[in-house]
């Protein structure tokens, strides 16, 4: 059921409704009901993924919780976790990656082995991670385990994140699940004003982007000379997809009265690589940062590591060598849990090397601002830091968008030698085909405009949301009313898309 179809719409009408119509003390059984619902109608015998990860991570959180009160051993408690891990992302692992290992062990070997056929599960990718850090978190003693499981498949399974994330912590997000939220007029208006400032950036932005990024994509022979507009659009493309999804999804949340985590925050304005994934997908980056970045840091062969790397580099430099390699670490995980393709490899790589690299050269990068008179809070160095950074985002894009690794640098090479912008107007623009080039660019370029602003003016500590909703309520519904029918006036003629970070 996609987050775009007039079903869903009814679908998370009809929760809303029952829920505030529900007693208090069953209205988390009804998002549990919902959210299996939602669930099933994907593909109903997938059930059994989310339900294994479920009841894996809820009995081994148990199982620690148990044997930690009969005082056992350190070593027991962390074998325990270790098998609760191995199973639930080893789930992962096999649906996810063993047909990748599979082919690249045909091509390396000359061999014909066949690999699992099996389709992707809805939300795999989010929802492991989920009851994963659920698990190291009443490991680490961060929280209780939940005795309830029926109150646990609720947090692993809370229908609206479930495809897209927010990846969301048990204790920030399970007791608001269970919390029995009275009906609000302003939590209904907040989360109705999201859901359709999130759709009017997907079905106007991002789909209007998407057609030409997928037309240069998809014939790279016949517009191989706008390969690099190919990457613009879709660089806009998944601005818009990412952040309005994310709109849509704790828009969603404030209906039942839900504060979701924050997922996207304005990751175009970055001024470096590291304040961009602090931007883009956070719940990603946290879990990164809290499930691997720290352990692998404060692990016993990294200390070992750090020391030989003082003995070798010196103290300053080999105090960041080691940081640098848990940067690299961390994002070629990053990569691979995107998909399992070499691309995604490249583009984990690439984010953790730029990220390295600015790790190991932070001191001579004072020593140059220093001599040059930059002391690096100027409006124009800010600028500057912000599309550099923006360039070496979209730069990334190139793999990320393309089919394969080859594909990928085949764009890169067209992109740099070959430039013929009348190509454009060559792409067939929705129902209306070439005659409506201009008016889809224009539709592009307003609503990038409007996009940029309102964040300028968010990243400026303007609550642009807030206000909307102390103005009168006729007001405030005129401008809900507008924004529909903006989305039916100027919304993508082309074949509707989904989201596109749901297919992770």
Not at 420 to 447: D, K, N, R, Y
């Amino acid at each position: 059921m996609s987050l775009v179809s007039n079903t869903f719409v009814l679908f998370v009408l009809a929760a809303v409704i029952l829920y505030y119509l529900a007693p208090q003390k069953i209205r988390w059984v009804i998002l549990l009901v919902f959210s299996y619902l939602y669930y099933l109608s994907g593909n109903a015998k997938y059930v059994v993924f989310i339900l294994f990860s479920t009841v894996v991570t809820y009995g081994f959180a148990l199982a620690i919780e148990r044997m930690r009160q009969k005082e056992a051993p350190a070593k027991t408690l962390r074998n325990i976790l270790t098998l609760g891990i191995v199973l639930n992302l080893g789930m992962l692992g096999v649906v996810k990656y063993v047909g990748f290992f599979v082919e690249n062990i045909n091509l390396l070997f000359h061999m014909d082995l066949k690999g699992l056929e099996i389709l992707f599960p809805l939300g795999i990718s989010f929802f492991t991670f989920q009851s994963t850090g659920y698990l190291l978190d009443v490991y680490w003693k961060k929280t209780e385990a939940e005795h309830n499981i029926f109150k646990y498949a609720l947090f692993v399974s809370f229908f609206p994140q479930l495809l897209q994330g927010p990846i969301g912590k048990y204790e920030r997000l399970a007791p608001q699940l269970y919390e029995p939220h009275a009906f609000e007029l302003h939590n209904l208006s907040f989360g109705i004003q999201r859901i359709i400032w999130g759709f009017a950036k997907k079905m106007i932005i991002a789909d209007w982007a998407g057609v030409f990024a997928d037309a240069i994509w998809g014939d790279l022979d016949k517009y191989n000379g706008v390969a690099l507009f190919g990457l613009i659009f879709y660089g806009i493309q998944l601005y818009a997809d990412f952040s309005g999804a994310m709109d849509v999804v704790i828009g969603i949340g404030n209906l039942f009265g839900i504060r979701m985590d924050e997922n996207f925050q304005r990751p175009y304005l970055a001024t470096s690589m590291a304040d961009f994934w602090k931007r883009w997908h956070i719940t990603l980056g946290e879990w990164m940062m809290n499930y691997v970045f720290y352990p692998v840091s404060l692990s016993r062969w990294m200390m070992k590591f750090a020391k030989w790397s003082k003995k070798k580099f010196g103290r300053k430099t080999g105090r960041v060598v080691p940081i640098a390699l848990a940067d690299l670490i961390v994002f070629f995980l990053v990569g691979i849990w995107h998909g399992a393709s070499w691309k995604y490899v490249m583009y984990g790589l690439l984010n953790g090397g730029i990220i390295a690299f600015s790790e190991l050269m932070g001191g001579n990068y004072r020593k140059w601002r220093t001599a040059l008179h930059i002391k690096g809070d100027e409006a124009w160095y800010h600028i500057f830091s912000i599309v550099r950074t923006f360039i070496l985002v979209n730069l990334r894009w190139f793999f990320d968008r393309s089919d394969t690794l080859t594909q990928g640098f085949y764009m890169i090479r067209q992109a740099f030698t070959h430039f013929a912008p009348s190509q454009i107007l060559e792409i067939p623009a929705g129902s209306g085909g070439t005659a409506f080039v201009p008016w889809a660019l224009l539709i592009i370029a307003v609503g990038c405009a409007v996009m940029v602003t309102v964040g300028i003016f968010q990243e400026k500590g303007y609550h642009i949301r807030e206000s909307l909703m102390k103005l009168p309520l006729p007001v405030t519904v005129c401008i809900y009313l507008l924004l529909l029918i903006m989305i039916g006036m100027f919304g993508s003629t082309a074949a509707p898309r989904g989201f596109i970070y749901a297919q992770f």
